[in-house]
């Protein structure tokens, strides 16, 4: 009894020569399944490691095409954790700190709902200034990503 199933591969899986076909074919069969349940399916693409930001535009292309070929919608918070200036990055780089965390939440609500998160009063503890930034990039992202 769900509306929609957001689904995410590991990071480089898109994109790594050995593992870049499972993801499209795992898409695909999730994406039936889904579909088969009587939910949307949808990609939440992931960002790229910090210290390899070649990854952003190679993960985009395997979202949008894994999306395109399913017919998926695509939430964008790899091309958000581009575009921000904040630290999004737990110390290893790979996964995301609680800023990450939170303008990946503010990407999912602003494509889901179509709804700008600016404003919004929720800040996960962050400084008000850092939540304002992330909810504005966030909405940024999503009004000029074109799947």
Same mark, same amino acid.
Request: hydrophobic share 45%; with cysteine; charged share 15%.
């Given at each position: 009894?769900?509306?929609?199933?957001?689904?995410?591969?590991?990071?480089?899986?898109?994109?790594?020569?050995?593992?870049?076909?499972?993801?499209?074919?795992?898409?695909?069969?999730? *994406?039936?399944?889904? +579909?088969?349940?009587? !939910?949307? =399916? &949808?990609?939440?693409? $992931?960002? /790229?490691?910090?210290?390899? %930001?070649?990854?952003?535009?190679?993960?985009?292309?395997?979202?949008?095409?894994?999306?395109? *070929?399913?017919?998926? +919608?695509?939430?964008? !918070?790899? =091309? &958000?954790?581009?575009? $921000?200036? /904040?630290?999004?990055?737990? %110390?290893?780089?790979?996964?995301?700190?609680?800023?990450?965390?939170?303008?990946?939440?503010?990407?999912?609500?602003?494509?889901?709902?179509?709804?700008? =998160?600016?404003?919004?009063?929720?800040? /996960?503890?962050?400084?008000?200034?850092?939540?304002?930034?992330?909810?504005?990039?966030?909405?940024?992202?999503?009004?000029?990503?074109?799947?």
């Amino acid at each position: 009894a769900y509306d929609i199933v957001l689904m995410m591969d590991c990071s480089q899986c898109p994109i790594h020569p050995k593992l870049q076909q499972a993801f499209h074919d795992s898409a695909k069969a999730h *994406a039936a399944s889904v +579909r088969q349940a009587g !939910a949307e =399916p &949808a990609l939440f693409m $992931s960002w /790229a490691y910090q210290d390899q %930001p070649q990854m952003t535009d190679q993960l985009a292309a395997e979202y949008v095409k894994a999306g395109r *070929a399913n017919q998926m +919608r695509v939430v964008p !918070a790899g =091309p &958000a954790f581009a575009a $921000s200036v /904040a630290n999004l990055y737990a %110390p290893d780089k790979r996964h995301p700190s609680l800023a990450g965390t939170y303008l990946g939440a503010a990407v999912v609500m602003a494509s889901l709902f179509k709804k700008s =998160p600016v404003g919004n009063s929720y800040t /996960a503890g962050l400084p008000a200034d850092v939540a304002q930034h992330l909810q504005t990039v966030a909405w940024e992202t999503v009004q000029s990503f074109k799947q």
